[in-house]
């Protein structure tokens, strides 16, 4: 939004009067569903786990246990999961 409102005034001559509000409000719409579909996951991962392991504590304390004990090294394996991923996206090589 500061970049739009920065551009000289010959800027927004280029531009159709009604082209310019209904591309800013397209993107702001589009942000808007990325971070709300996002946050809303990360909520449902985070409560599914924690309840999870009340759960698991209460039928079973020994198993939750060896459960906590394997948890890190599913976390080493998103997180690397998560770098290829990311890395791979970025070099893409068109030959």
């Given at each position: 939004?500061?970049?739009?409102?920065?551009?000289?005034?010959?800027?927004?001559?280029?531009?159709?009067i009604?082209?310019?509000p209904?591309?800013?409000?397209?993107?702001?719409?589009?942000?808007?569903?990325?971070?709300?579909?996002?946050?809303?996951?990360?909520?449902?991962?985070?409560?599914?786990?924690?309840?999870?392991?009340?759960?698991?504590?209460?039928?079973?304390?020994?198993?939750?246990?060896?459960?906590?004990?394997?948890?890190?090294?599913?976390?080493?394996?998103i997180?690397?999961?998560?770098?290829?991923?990311?890395?791979?996206?970025?070099?893409k090589?068109?030959?």
């Open positions: 939004m500061r970049a739009i409102l920065r551009q000289e005034a010959g800027w927004y001559e280029s531009f159709d009604l082209e310019l209904a591309k800013v409000s397209k993107e702001c719409l589009n942000i808007e569903t990325a971070s709300g579909e996002k946050f809303a996951n990360i909520l449902q991962a985070m409560v599914m786990s924690v309840g999870g392991l009340v759960i698991a504590f209460i039928i079973g304390w020994k198993f939750a246990f060896v459960c906590l004990g394997i948890f890190p090294f599913i976390a080493i394996g997180v690397i999961m998560a770098v290829c991923t990311t890395s791979k996206g970025k070099s090589n068109y030959d």
